[in-house]
């Protein structure tokens, strides 16, 4: 403790010689829904706590709806008191914010690792399966894709408009691959990839995507299943504060148009043991099959991880490359679960059915228990797409059936934590019904 304590002090202090200006630091940490909540600190009071002082925030705080309101979950918000839980910086995160009118910092904060964790924050649930797998001497390696949308900074009416090409000054409205595009937008990509370099983030291919307006960004593959997700949390707030910054807004809603592609968060892993051997490649591939065969088996009852919203179930089966099954495939961007072309050191699973806007702490747990599982089953997949255009199992397609189908599955309970299935699972009940609680246009229109 004492040597950490030390590690972090050096940090803050080595950060306020380089920004002298910056007075104040934002300590943030990602609820249940993928927002970032925290508290903005003094940069001397940083220090403090960088020495050993306690950090407390509530520990409801983690269970706010996509709104922000308290939802009756068990005994939790209205009959607990409210209680703080304790919180740790997260080493190596504090960075400048360059995207506000004012000099500021940034650091996160986690329960994960300090006497009594919350059992439902997305990080510590994260670190719980890292920490098993570690224990069974598995290691992975990790690479989020990201895909958003630029729009205009103005709605319209509430909707979201085309984002205007910088050099015509018309909108942006026609769906293309063009590469010409990063060229029309380069100056606020460009501040996008800077802006997450700068928060530490390995920023690697950027591509324009089918839709009007829409790109996606690929990181770095990581040995560090935590700090990959803490790069995806990022790198969506400081995207979003850039875009501001340049009269646009960026949103990594998963379906904002019906007639055009949504936006994923495209998850690849590997499996290493400790001596640095692929453990998916051994024995002629025989444990990818198996890997495979777990994820899709509790891909059905996780579908209120990768599909978070009401919109991101819109995604599902939608223009291109969005599964209505689960399924698998070779070089198959149709499945759920892809194997991408590589040589055995490098071979790996790219989990494609999750939503950009889905927590990417939960969204990797959920994969990861699927690998586990798999490799601790030993069944054989069903078909891959290459064979079977048809192979597939049903998965829900509506919020409250996929609850319960996640509520009560014991793998999940066990290896995700029985607690946190609860609470999730009652947290996206009670935002979906809230959803479910305003009469739209359109029902006028249609029943009046």
Known sequence: MKSQASTLLAEVRTFRQNHPDVRYVDLIALDIPGHFYGKRYPIEMLEKVAAGSPLKLPQNAVLLGVQGGLFKIGDYCFHDGDPDANRRLVPGTLKPVSWESQALGQMLITSDGTEAPIEFEPREVLAKVLERLHHKGIHPVVAFELEFYLFDKKLDNGLPQFARDPLSDDTDDQP???????????????????????????????TAELGPGQFEINFGHLDDGLRAADWAALFCRSTRGVALKHGYRASFMAKPYLQFPGSGMHVHVSLYDGAGNNVLAAHQQQPLRHAVAGCLELLPHCMPIFSPNHNAFRRLGGTVNAATRACWGFEDRDACVRIPDSDPRNLRIEHRLASADANPYLVLAAILVGLEHGLEAGREPIAPL??????GTDFPAEMLDAVRAMQHQPVLRDKLGAEFVDVYCENKRQDHLAFQQEIHAREYRWFL
Do not use: P, Y
């Not at 380069?186 to 802006?195: F, G, K, P």
């Not at 290459?386 to 192979?391: A, G, L, Q, V, Y």
């Open 176 to 206: 293309n691959l063009h590469i010409e595009r990063l060229s029309r937008f380069s100056e606020v990509l460009d501040d996008m990839a800077q802006t997450a370099k700068d928060q530490g983030i390995d920023i690697t291919v950027i």
């Open 386 to 391: 290459n064979e079977d255009r048809n192979s």
